[in-house]
């Protein structure tokens, strides 16, 4: 196992205020969401002096890159909004009855899924504003996660269908109704956290609030099987992100520590010594070779990770 040191670090002197969450786009585009969401362009492969735009939003706002990279959702406090990142111009908005919580595209970028911090939830069609599904939640989910089958994959506290947050509720295409439920059978005050699919294969990976990685076998059509645990952490896992090829993990927890693993679940490099919760890792995202990794402490460090065999 060795160690991984940060080869730049935005924000360093001040940070930027809390970050809530990190997201790379296919084209190298680094969204950090902060007061409403800063793009930084890792395209040409060299750390860029300063921001490329930002879009305004939400305290701590939710985000997400469309599948092409062309656009990005921007919790607003009141819904969410859509922006053209080559114009840097709002081309389309959408109101709930607070906060979007949570956003996720779907895969052919047809459909945005959000969740109010209420529990309102809509599944719309960004290029006309059509709502093609909507329900409420007695808790919002902690994160929703679309499939590459259509599936999508989010943990609210629901009374109909009962479901609960230590359980991940595996929705068919277009949430008409749950086909799977994952819940391991163990956990009943642990909540998921947080998810992350693999680009390559069937792996659905899942952190847990007691520091665990959970990995589950999601074939689409079949219920999840539960395969390796992953025990590292001390903490809440606040974020995943498989490299682009699909062969490493990287998980991010509240402790201050970030662990990579092989998708056989080895731990192949960390962060350094484990710090004090004040630098606790609030997300990961993974481009390339370059993983980004943000503290509590508003800062985003940056790091090579050596290719695995």
Same mark, same amino acid.
């Given at each position: 196992?060795?160690?991984?040191?940060?080869?730049?670090?935005?924000?360093? !002197?001040?940070?930027?205020?809390?970050?809530?969450?990190?997201?790379?786009?296919?084209?190298?585009?680094?969204?950090?969401?902060?007061?409403?969401?800063?793009?930084?362009?890792?395209?040409?492969?060299?750390?860029?002096?300063?921001?490329?735009?930002?879009?305004?939003?939400?305290?701590?706002?939710?985000?997400?890159?469309?599948?092409?990279?062309?656009?990005?959702?921007? *919790?607003?406090?009141?819904?969410?909004?859509?922006?053209?990142?080559?114009?840097?111009?709002?081309?389309?908005?959408?109101?709930?009855? *607070?906060?979007?919580?949570?956003?996720?595209?779907?895969?052919?970028?047809?459909?945005?899924?959000?969740?109010? !911090?209420?529990?309102?939830?809509?599944?719309?069609? /960004?290029?006309?504003?059509?709502?093609?599904?909507?329900?409420?939640? !007695?808790?919002?989910?902690?994160?929703?996660?679309?499939?590459?089958?259509?599936?999508?994959?989010?943990? /609210?506290?629901?009374?109909?269908?009962?479901?609960?947050?230590?359980?991940?509720?595996?929705?068919?295409?277009?949430?008409?109704?749950?086909?799977?439920?994952?819940?391991?059978?163990?956990?009943?005050?642990?909540?998921?956290?947080?998810?992350?699919?693999?680009?390559?294969?069937?792996?659905?990976?899942?952190?847990?609030?007691? *520091?665990?990685?959970?990995?589950?076998?999601?074939?689409?059509?079949?219920? /999840?099987?539960? +395969?390796?645990?992953?025990?590292?952490?001390?903490?809440?896992?606040?974020?995943?992100?498989?490299? /682009?090829? *699909?062969?490493?993990?990287?998980?991010?927890?509240?402790?201050?520590?970030?662990?990579?693993?092989?998708?056989?679940?080895?731990?192949?490099?960390?962060?350094?010594?484990?710090?004090?919760?004040?630098? +606790?890792?609030?997300?990961?995202?993974?481009?390339?070779?370059?993983?980004?990794?943000?503290?509590?402490? +508003?800062?985003?460090?940056?790091?090579?990770?050596?290719?695995? !065999?």
């Amino acid at each position: 196992m060795q160690t991984l040191s940060p080869f730049a670090i935005l924000y360093k !002197e001040h940070g930027v205020g809390p970050i809530s969450h990190l997201a790379f786009s296919s084209q190298g585009l680094l969204a950090i969401g902060c007061r409403g969401v800063d793009i930084w362009d890792f395209s040409s492969e060299t750390v860029p002096d300063d921001s490329r735009v930002a879009f305004g939003g939400a305290y701590m706002a939710a985000l997400a890159f469309s599948p092409d990279g062309r656009h990005i959702a921007v *919790g607003q406090e009141h819904g969410t909004a859509i922006f053209d990142i080559a114009t840097a111009t709002k081309i389309q908005e959408h109101r709930l009855d *607070g906060e979007a919580d949570v956003l996720a595209w779907s895969p052919d970028g047809r459909y945005l899924a959000i969740c109010s !911090e209420y529990g309102q939830y809509h599944v719309w069609m /960004p290029e006309t504003g059509e709502v093609i599904q909507e329900r409420h939640f !007695e808790l919002p989910p902690l994160f929703l996660l679309w499939l590459s089958d259509e599936h999508l994959a989010a943990n /609210p506290f629901t009374l109909s269908p009962p479901c609960s947050m230590w359980q991940v509720q595996l929705w068919k295409a277009m949430q008409t109704e749950v086909e799977h439920l994952i819940d391991d059978g163990e956990r009943r005050c642990d909540d998921y956290t947080c998810a992350a699919m693999s680009p390559n294969s069937t792996t659905l990976a899942l952190g847990t609030t007691d *520091g665990f990685v959970q990995l589950w076998q999601a074939a689409s059509g079949a219920a /999840p099987q539960q +395969g390796i645990v992953l025990s590292f952490h001390m903490n809440t896992v606040q974020g995943l992100a498989w490299s /682009p090829d *699909g062969t490493r993990l990287a998980s991010g927890a509240a402790d201050g520590h970030v662990a990579v693993w092989s998708e056989r679940g080895e731990l192949l490099f960390h962060t350094g010594s484990r710090r004090s919760g004040s630098l +606790g890792i609030q997300d990961v995202a993974w481009w390339q070779d370059v993983l980004a990794v943000a503290d509590n402490a +508003g800062r985003v460090a940056l790091y090579h990770v050596p290719a695995h !065999e």
